[in-house]
């Protein structure tokens, strides 16, 4: 008994070592061992699964529509997982949570078991980790930092420390953004592996065995922390020619029975050695990746790994006649360590690599515009996710709460974000998925929001707070509360933390109208007519509304506020017709601009900024470019398509041969309205609000018309007399700037064969223009994702609609023809904010303004007959969630209820916040300083209990955090923030890794936040009354 037991004790002793072991043996220690001296081939084993692109997501998932493509991302993982089991030195590296967690809700216990066994000893590896791989032209930093942290959240939550992956993959995205690279350092990926990069570039680096470098992701700002080592494949992700033995390749198996025919394995031997010799070439290291996979491959995986494991023996065999290449299986980042090992003094870079190009007509530079709506309703959609997370998080302090819904939409926007989705360059029907998705994630959060109001805003609990209803469609003037009913309420909830003052404009039958603030005080409001092109807007169809009511509200720093309008009520605040004199100049102004039309022509003429006097001649016109018409005969032969811009002659067209440009102008208490007409099918309508430091245009388009057989491709174009020298500067994903010059990369010595979209680059919110001599910027800002350019110097166009007729074939096999709710042909609408002043003054609005356009006030509305007087009595008619105004330059941005504690005992409620500085260095005298925030005073009525400070993923303490060291030689000048390729003295640096949390902290959880940082915390808050 006693000996029984004792035996018992012994064990569960082991039982206990032996866990301890196996937890260990993920990362880099479970790599397949290499042989030194040796070329050795790291065999990766992979699939690459697009979420979505020629089916939808659920089809790939399930391998519906086979006839469309076959690809069945659930029996890939079925068919992995025991060929793993089967042999301890194979391995498998998995991508995209978005399928892996389809696939794992649906497992077994024993099957999950299995699983989690195989990723702790780093046979089953996840890399990058994202919910899906994302688009890096066309996302904004936003949603790319949210779509990786619901990935991680999935990984560390069921597979620990052995989950968390350490490589990035961008393998297949068209073209890379720096701001991704140093998203990535910060998410604490050791190294990011990608395939597609410009023709030139590739062939110069592969000459100069430059394929890997130290990707500066953030030269002037973050310094080495967004450093990141960037490895550029050699054959895109496939493998080399004549291997690639998945069931959809039709290539030779290995054949190695010398009594059969078709005897292969010398022939198969000979071609892989000097296919290993080629690739090697342009590597500085014994090391070669080799990326045995493509998209959705593995189906089969014993065809796979049978043939590999042939490969495998026959080329090791030869080490004992003296043969130097050796095949292992591998991993990214088994390669990674390696390659880190070799302990080499790296190339560096300082710019991205946009635009993409396959060839010499073939500028990826297309995309950056495709499906415009779409890019849209990405863009809104994680401006509402935002707010929802907000109100759920500060409504979870006074009751349960209900994060399902907000589930819905991470998920549907973590898809989005895919390198098909948000990029436009899926089927049509793919693309009308990814917008039901969207669709069905915001209205779970409509709820959410409902639910948090509820437990916000009223007071006397025995009424009922009224009934929401949200107006998704207010940009084209529908909303059927605000045009059914002659008094309603509008709650304007803010998401930044700074006050904001709001233009709203809402639908309307009324003539008139009193609009009331929370405090009950009547404000100014004007009615202005809707415009005739946006009353035939098909998708408006069943409107009523001839007007628009305007005002403004002014809503302090996370708070909701209400708002009381009561139609045909009061004197008419009618928007009247300007007056001027036929052909002579017409200036309208606020306190801030003052802009000149010309009164034959009605284009804008001159536009002053009255506070620091900066001028400009600026004149404003919509054309379009004739989109070349491809067939795949010969490359020359290449068209415009989804991917792809190819304009068919440099010069885009004017719309006034066809059209007289018709003008008016129309004036109101509020807001001065200039609208344009330049062809039956594009117009806009530019308006100058009381005291805005910009002027707003919004351009309508659509549908183009294609009956002629022509795609056609839509500018909107200023053209000053600004001296810009072939320079002009544009945005990567929301955040830093990038400098630009035409018909130039730095590099290497480009040649440009494509005069307008080899100069395309993605603007995801600004691009601006400088007359350095004059001191003066011209800035304009979006409200989406678009391709811009400056094609002559003092001009800067922005691509805003595109419709084409054929294919660009490259895998769509459809031509980008969007044809609208009544098939004629898709309107879209969007605005873009023009601004002028000084350089020196710019980015203190453009970072101000930029930030208020993708984080605008979440509206909803009730129909409540209630007044001020009797609403204040049952509800609050403001909510405020700050205590103190956190600095000008700084930005929450995120806050949302977090699942994770500090321990098992810890009942305290958890949240994730982060906090950003929005400026760079030297963009403002004062706004470019260090920014100081208090955590423990950052929320009005919550005392913080706890803070710790996580990478950018939330996925791990940043204390814990150690990235790989690697030396590298930067021909970045701080001095001229450029690179500067001849200069001699050449830095050698060493990445380092973050400061940490503990050693920065002052009291009262004060922390410093760098230009351009963002700091990541998870933090607990009790409720102090
Ligand atoms: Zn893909």
């Known amino acids: 008994m006693l000996q029984g037991r004792r035996i018992y004790l012994t064990n569960a002793v082991l039982l206990y070592l032996l866990n301890v072991c196996l937890a260990s043996q993920c990362g880099y220690q479970s790599c397949n061992p290499v042989k030194e001296g040796m070329i050795n081939v790291h065999l990766v084993p992979h699939t690459h699964d697009d979420v979505g692109w020629l089916k939808t997501v659920d089809q790939y998932f399930y391998g519906d529509k086979n006839d469309i493509q076959e690809a069945g991302v659930q029996y890939i993982l079925d068919s992995v997982i025991p060929e793993l089991e089967k042999d301890p030195n194979k391995r498998f590296i998995y991508v995209e949570i978005g399928f892996f967690s389809r696939w794992w809700k649906e497992q077994s216990d024993t099957v999950k078991q299995r699983v989690r066994k195989l990723v702790d000893e780093g046979r089953l590896e996840f890399i990058l980790g994202g919910w899906s791989m994302d688009d890096e032209a066309s996302t904004h930093y936003n949603a790319i930092i949210d779509e990786h942290t619901l990935g991680f959240e999935f990984l560390r939550d069921n597979f620990g420390e052995c989950g968390r992956p350490r490589v990035a993959w961008q393998i297949d995205p068209f073209g890379h953004s720096r701001e991704h690279a140093s998203l990535f350092a910060r998410m604490g990926f050791d190294g990011l592996f990608f395939g597609r990069l410009d023709y030139q570039d590739k062939e110069e680096r592969m000459k100069t065995k430059t394929m890997e470098m130290i990707w500066q992701g953030s030269p002037k700002n973050l310094g080495s922390q967004s450093d990141l080592f960037t490895g550029v494949l050699y054959n895109g992700y496939g493998p080399p020619g004549g291997f690639c033995f998945d069931v959809k390749c039709h290539e030779d198996p290995i054949m190695d029975d010398p009594n059969l025919h078709d005897f292969n394995v010398q022939q198969k031997v000979s071609s892989f050695i000097n296919a290993t010799l080629t690739w090697a070439e342009s590597y500085a290291t014994e090391h070669v990746l080799m990326t045995m996979g493509g998209d959705f491959n593995y189906e089969n995986a014993n065809m796979w790994y049978k043939n590999l494991d042939k490969l495998m023996y026959y080329i090791n065999r030869e080490h004992a006649q003296g043969g130097n290449i050796n095949l292992l299986y591998s991993t990214p980042s088994c390669y990674l360590n390696q390659v880190n090992k070799a302990n080499l003094t790296w190339p560096s870079k300082q710019d991205d690599f946009f635009p993409y190009a396959s060839s010499p007509h073939t ?28 109100l759920n998080a500060f409504a979870s302090l006074f009751g349960p709460t209900n994060s399902n819904g907000i589930r819905v939409l991470k998920e549907a926007m973590g898809v989005a974000q895919h390198h098909d989705a948000v990029s436009g360059t899926e089927k049509q029907a793919v693309a009308d998925d990814y917008a039901l998705r969207l669709y069905k994630g915001v209205n779970a959060c409509q709820s959410v929001l409902e639910n948090a109001y509820k437990t916000l805003l009223q007071t006397d609990k025995n009424v009922n707070f009224p009934e929401q209803s949200f107006c998704d469609l ?43 603030d929370p405090f009950g005080k009547q404000i100014v409001s004007q009615i202005v007519p809707i415009t005739n092109e946006t009353k035939r807007i098909p998708e408006r169809n069943g409107s009523v509304a001839e007007n628009s009511i305007i005002f403004m509200a002014t809503v302090p720093p996370l708070s909701s506020s209400i708002y009381f309008v009561e139609t045909n009520k009061g004197h008419d605040q009618d928007t009247k017709p ?47 470019y004739i989109s070349h018409y491809g067939n795949t005969t010969r490359p020359k032969f290449q068209g415009s398509g989804a991917y792809v811009f190819r304009p068919n002659q440099s010069e885009p067209m004017d719309f006034q041969h066809l059209f007289q440009i018709q003008t008016k102008f129309l004036q109101g208490q509020l807001v001065q309205e200039v609208r344009q007409q330049f062809s039956p099918w594009v117009s806009t309508v530019t308006r100058l609000y009381n005291g805005a430091p910009y002027l707003e245009t919004e351009w309508t388009v659509g549908p183009i018309p294609t009956k002629d057989g022509i795609g056609k491709e839509v500018i909107s174009k200023y053209c000053s007399d600004l001296q810009t020298e072939a320079t002009f500067y544009t945005d990567a994903n929301g955040r830093e700037i990038l400098q630009r010059r035409r018909d130039y990369r730095s590099t290497w010595a480009f040649n440009n064969t494509e005069s307008v979209a080899g100069n395309y680059f993605p603007v995801n919110s600004r691009i601006y223009l400088q007359d350095v001599k004059k001191g003066v910027q011209l800035t304009v800002l979006t409200d989406r994702s678009q391709g811009g350019s400056s094609i002559q110097d003092g001009c800067l166009e922005l691509m805003v609609h595109r419709r084409l007729t054929t294919d660009d074939f490259f895998g769509a096999g459809e031509a980008l023809n969007e044809k609208g709710s009544d098939n004629q042909g898709l309107v879209v609408r969007g605005k873009h904010y023009l601004l002028l002043d000084t350089i020196e003054r710019s980015a203190q609005v ?36 700050l205590a103190s105004v956190v600095p000008q330059n700084v930005h929450i941005l995120t806050f949302e209820v977090s699942d994770q504690q500090d321990s098992k005992n810890d009942t305290h409620k958890h949240f994730l916040l982060r906090l950003e500085h929005i400026y760079e260095k030297e963009e403002s005298k004062v706004l470019s300083n260090p920014a100081k925030v208090s955590l423990m005073n950052i929320f009005k009525g919550y005392e913080v209990v706890s803070a710790k400070e996580l990478t950018l993923g939330a996925n791990l303490d940043l204390n814990e955090l150690h990235r790989l060291p690697w030396q590298y030689k930067s021909t970045y000048d701080e001095d001229s923030d450029k690179s500067n390729l001849n200069s001699d003295a050449k830095i050698m640096r060493k990445s380092q890794s973050f400061p940490n949390f503990n050693e920065y902290l002052l009291d009262n959880l004060t922390i410093i936040l760098n230009p351009m940082e963002i700091k990541t915390f998870q933090i607990a808050l009790t409720n102090s009354g």
């Open 363 to 390: 500028f990826w530079s297309g995309y950056f515009t495709s499906r415009p709506a779409l890019k849209h309703y990405v863009r809104q959609s994680n401006n509402f996710l935002q707010a929802c997370k907000h």
């Open 474 to 516: 207010l940009n084209i003037s529908r909303c059927n509360v605000t045009e059914g009913n002659e008094q309603f309420t509008v709650n304007v909830y803010n998401p930044l933390a700074r006050e904001v003052s709001h233009w709203i404009q809402l639908p309307t039958n009324a003539k008139s109208c009193v609009v009331t």
């Open 578 to 624: 300007l007056s001027f004199k036929p052909n002579e100049d017409i200036t309208i102004n606020n306190t801030v601009l003052s802009a000149t039309f010309d009164g034959t022509t009605g284009s804008l003429k001159v536009l002053k900024n009255l506070q620091s006097g900066a001028t400009a001649q600026v004149d404003h016109r919509m054309q379009y």
């Open 846 to 881: 453009h970072r101000d303004l930029a930030l208020k356009l993708y984080m605008k006030p979440v509206l909803s509305f009730t129909n409540s007959q209630m007044k001020h007087s009797d609403w204040s009595k049952y509800f609050r008619t403001q909510w405020s969630a």
